[in-house]
């Protein structure tokens, strides 16, 4: 029997428009299955009585007007709730509850959705595996003892185990694409200016946006269309005009152009990715796009330059993380021992380290050599894409450059963490949406992503790409609830 | 030719010269913040102007206030500056207990406003001072450490408050002209609206840059940076103290160390805050949060239409219309409350008593009861009409310094204070003859030495005349009949 837990969004949203089940069921479905999966250390807070209360009143006096009737939804602890702990996986904001609520959080809200719990992520969304995370590591539940990538890992977590319907994360440089690779399932970053950052605990705003990551790309369509809007209140918001991504998706992507990098086919790279991404070049051609071979010449210069700019600009978004107003606060002699010992206990080692990478490419003397310099470099992997999107509609490549890796396999080797990202950071630094689509497994039966890169605000058909392959793909996740 | 207003250090063998740069803060007239709707309104109780976003929550972001920007670009327009249609905020990182962003949102490389001047009016003519720069940037918090013995508390009130910092080149060259700089920078932001100039409420404060040089040296010397002066006064005494220490060094063969430095009122000197190697690295970058600052041509025009005629420009118009000489018109116009005054008055009086009351009478009683022209007890309407009467003879200047002095209490009428006290003039030369008579027989002794050729004592008769008249008389006339009947 199907649980209402295995259903996808759309199935549940249809079932609950039909009046088949009610919202209480389909929130108690999943608060169960989250109370037996604990294991996976996906929640870092639960919202689960509260959830059941909403949804009872759902019930009472239902709207099934709205696109998320009822629906309850976790969320990634870097999304600011009213009322609710928001931690961002730190130990500075262990005890902080916010006034105020995100718009992106919000616009779940206002179309019905109920706030399930906020998922485990690292810390202040930096890192690849969920290891930085104050509140310890989360397990994937495609196997143990294996990560579920990061920094958006709970919410993998989460939705590959059926403990939310769908959910969010942040991508800064692949924090929602890696993780969704790493547990087969979907997951995109939009074009930077699409969801709004107010209310979001900002890591590295000029990368920093918020996406869908959900079990099919149909799901992920319908999130979009919920999260993206216009905001005032972020100054970076673009103002659109957004699609009605669900209605308009269609599987017909006849005679568009994919384009696909020779840059991308690094060194050591293993032959199942290989393999993988030549499947889905297979794929798309049934699909009856056009594939293209194109150059992206500074693509092998965005990591370093990601290295820089962000942490620059985190080293500066964390300053206010002091101790004086809120969070956490260590006790000293004086304002400056008070900031030192409330920083050094409160961060966690990785945060650390890029708030320190940040401070020195930012030093006089060093600014030029690195913080201008990747300014500079960032705006020639931006001329990559955009002279591409002269030839091609979208750009195909690998999301991952490997599959899902062992719990602290590689914690003392922050550069080999870093290289997960490898094929997801150019797309933030040239403010691209992407996604990742599960699409085949290596030899252990770890998932295994294809990444869609799109022109910027073109989300409908970087959907549409996907919704074709999803359908010659036909992935099918193996979730054996090793855990329960 | 020898300029008696230079400003010169004298030792034993040597004159100094003093260069001074400034950079004032002065605080945006606008009801919300630089990127925030909170108030701005002085003197609430603390923390209660304060959003989210002044106290840096986490996912707070800033947002520009369409109307600083404005504020801003006026300011510049009044400076005959270079308006940047592309400026750019960047952030000011350093920890402090009332920064609670960690880093204050400034502009750095890309201005808003570029290059201008202000023309001073000194006693020996005119000079200008160069304007190097005008940037937007956010007020920090205020820590208080008196309040609480062991505690720091920290008011946000004024954290994110609009500030334009006005930097110009090392133009000035003595506490006169810093004075004079002050006055007519505040001067013009008046006139704009765009500043209240209150030192007092902390809207205008100077970093002042002082050096000094061997006078004819081509060089500058090293600078030291005496940090937020908050009052003319003090900005003056600061650079006295600071010119002196420099010269001193320099006579006993040392070098000064470009530092940065307090000025202690209570002590009046400067003392080192912060070498230049304790030099903060504020780590500036352009902050991601907001976009390039890009203002159109159309904007810009349509702020340059809405600008008022400023200083410079009305003395040049109250000089040629008014006939006002250029000191008058410098005091007339120094503030734009009493030249609007000014014009008031002079719609239906003579200008040049007008101008004489004004600068004369009106502003002694404003400095002794220490109000703004706008506070004057007696109304532009009401000034008026004491110099018409003055003007067609009802009464004399002596009798208009007493029906003023009657003016001042309930900003009366005149001609009504004239009627009730009965001190018209009295020119009807019939009366004032018979009086003159009066006088002429009282003094029957002093006419027979006047007539052996004490003239002086004509005087002495027109005193007691005007006495006789209780001062009402017409002092031309009782001259003229005086005149007549001694001499005739």
Redesign the interface.
């Known amino acids: 029997m199907t649980e209402i837990t295995d259903l996808t969004l759309n199935e549940i949203v249809t079932n609950i428009k039909k009046k088949k089940i009610s919202s209480t069921e389909v929130t108690k479905s999943f608060v169960e299955r989250s109370e037996k999966s604990k294991k996976l250390n996906a929640y870092i807070t639960e919202n689960f009585s509260s959830a059941i209360e909403q949804a009872k009143k759902f019930d009472e006096n239902p709207n099934y007007e709205l696109k998320l009737p009822g629906i309850p939804i976790a969320v990634k602890d870097l999304?600011?709730t009213d009322g609710i702990k928001?931690t961002?996986g730190s130990k500075i904001?262990n005890n902080?509850i916010?006034?105020?609520e995100?718009t992106v959080t919000q616009n779940i809200w206002d179309q019905g959705g109920i706030l399930l719990g906020k998922l485990n992520c690292d810390e202040f969304a930096m890192g690849s595996s969920n290891e930085t995370s104050f509140f310890g590591n989360v397990q994937n539940p495609i196997g143990e003892n294996l990560v579920p990538g990061g920094s958006s890992g709970g919410s993998s977590a989460a939705i590959a185990a059926n403990l939310t319907p769908v959910t969010i994360g942040t991508d800064t440089g692949g924090s929602i694409r890696q993780p969704a690779s790493f547990t087969g399932t979907v997951g995109l970053k939009p074009t930077y200016g699409s969801c709004s950052?107010?209310?979001?605990?900002?890591f590295?705003?000029?990368l920093d946006q918020a996406g869908p990551m959900t079990k099919n790309v149909k799901d992920c369509a319908t999130l979009l269309e919920v999260i993206s809007t216009f905001d005032?209140?972020?100054?970076?918001s673009i103002d659109f005009k957004r699609n009605n991504y669900s209605s308009e998706l269609t599987k017909n992507i006849k005679g568009k152009k994919i384009g696909i990098p020779k840059e991308y086919r690094v060194d050591g790279m293993p032959v199942e990715i290989e393999s993988l991404w030549s499947k889905g070049i297979e794929y798309i051609k049934d699909c009856g796009a056009e594939i293209i071979d194109i150059s992206l010449p500074h693509t092998k210069y965005a990591l370093p330059t990601y290295y820089i700019v962000a942490p620059?600009?985190a080293?500066?978004n964390?300053?206010?993380y002091?101790g004086?107003?809120?969070g956490f606060r260590s006790l000293g002699e004086n304002?400056i021992d008070m900031?030192e010992k409330t920083r050094s206990e409160g961060f966690g080692e990785e945060v650390k380290r890029r708030i320190m990478i940040g401070?020195y490419v930012?030093?006089?003397g060093y600014?030029d050599a690195y913080?201008l310099k990747a300014q500079k470099v960032r705006q020639l992997i931006k001329k990559d894409f955009d002279d591409a999107y002269k030839k091609v509609d979208a750009i195909l490549t690998p999301s991952t450059p490997s599959s899902a890796f062992k719990i602290a396999e590689k914690t003392n080797d922050p550069v080999s963490m870093y290289l997960n990202d490898i094929f997801t950071v150019p797309v933030n630094l040239a403010g691209l949406p992407g996604i990742s689509l599960p699409a085949g497994t290596d030899k252990n039966g770890y998932p295994l992503g294809l990444q869609i890169i799109g022109k910027p605000f073109d989300e409908q058909s970087l959907l549409n790409i996907a919704y074709s392959m999803e359908e010659k793909i036909n992935f099918k996740n193996k979730i054996t609830n090793w855990w329960m | 030719m020898k300029d008696i207003n230079e400003f010169l250090i004298k030792r034993d063998n040597n004159n100094y010269e003093v260069v001074i740069g400034l950079e004032v803060h002065a605080q945006v007239t606008s009801n919300s913040k630089l990127f925030s709707s909170s108030s701005t309104k002085f003197g609430a109780e603390p923390n209660t102007q304060v959003s989210l976003v002044d106290a840096a929550f986490p996912g707070m972001l800033p947002v520009i206030n369409e109307f600083c920007v404005k504020q801003a670009i006026k300011t510049g327009i009044g400076l005959k500056a270079q308006i940047n249609k592309k400026s750019v905020f960047d952030r000011k990182n350093y920890f402090y207990a009332d920064l609670p962003q960690g880093y204050q949102i400034s502009q750095y490389k890309h201005p808003i406003v570029g290059e201008g001047k202000v023309i001073l009016d000194m006693p020996n003519g005119q000079k200008e001072i160069g304007i190097e720069r005008l940037h937007l940037e956010q007020d920090a918090g205020k820590s208080i450490h008196d309040i609480d013995p062991n505690n720091t508390l920290v008011d946000l009130n004024r954290s994110g408050v609009a500030l334009m910092e006005i930097v110009s080149k090392p133009d000035l060259r003595s506490p006169d002209e810093v004075n004079v700089y002050i006055k007519k920078l505040r001067s013009i932001m008046r006139y704009l609206g765009t500043c209240d100039g209150n030192m007092q409420e902390g809207s205008l404060r100077a970093d002042v840059n002082v050096s000094v040089r061997k006078k004819g040296e081509k060089t500058f010397g090293t600078r030291c940076e005496i940090k937020n002066v908050n009052s003319i006064k003090f900005m003056q005494m600061a650079i006295i103290h600071e010119a002196n220490r420099q010269v001193d060094l320099i006579e006993e063969g040392k070098s000064i160390d470009q530092e940065t430095r307090l000025f202690d009122i209570k002590k009046n000197e400067t003392r080192s805050m912060r070498s230049k190697e304790d030099a903060h690295d504020y780590r500036y970058f352009p902050d991601p949060d907001l976009l390039p600052l890009e203002v159109t041509d159309k904007f810009i025009d349509d702020i340059r239409s809405e600008i008022p005629e400023l200083p410079d420009e009305k003395k040049k118009r109250f000089i040629e219309k008014f006939k006002l000489t250029p000191y008058e018109a410098t005091i007339l116009v120094s503030d734009i409350e009493t030249s609007k005054y000014f014009e008031e008055v002079i719609k239906n009086a003579d200008v040049k008593l007008s101008t004489n009351w004004i600068t004369g009478e009106l502003f002694a009683v404003l400095n002794e009861k220490n109000l703004e022209i706008s506070q004057s007890p007696i109304s532009a309407t009401n000034l008026s009409r004491l110099i018409n009467l003055i003007k067609d003879g009802t009464i004399s200047g002596k009798i208009a310094k007493i029906v003023f002095e009657e003016m001042i209490v309930g900003d009366q009428d005149p001609q009504k204070i004239i009627e009730a006290k009965g001190l018209k003039q009295e020119s009807d030369p019939k009366a004032l003859e018979e009086l003159i008579e009066k006088v002429i027989q009282n003094n029957a002794d002093k006419v027979a030495e006047y007539k052996s050729g004490k003239d002086k004592l004509f005087g002495f008769f027109v005193g007691q005349a005007m006495k006789e008249s209780k001062g009402k008389g017409n002092p031309q006339l009782i001259n003229k009949i005086l005149k007549k009947k001694l001499n005739g």
């Open positions: 999304f600011c928001t961002a904001l902080f916010p006034t105020y995100s950052r107010f209310g979001i605990v900002a590295a705003s000029s005032k209140k972020d100054s970076t620059a600009e080293s500066s964390l300053a206010r002091d004086v107003k809120y304002l900031y401070t930012l030093s006089s600014y913080y």
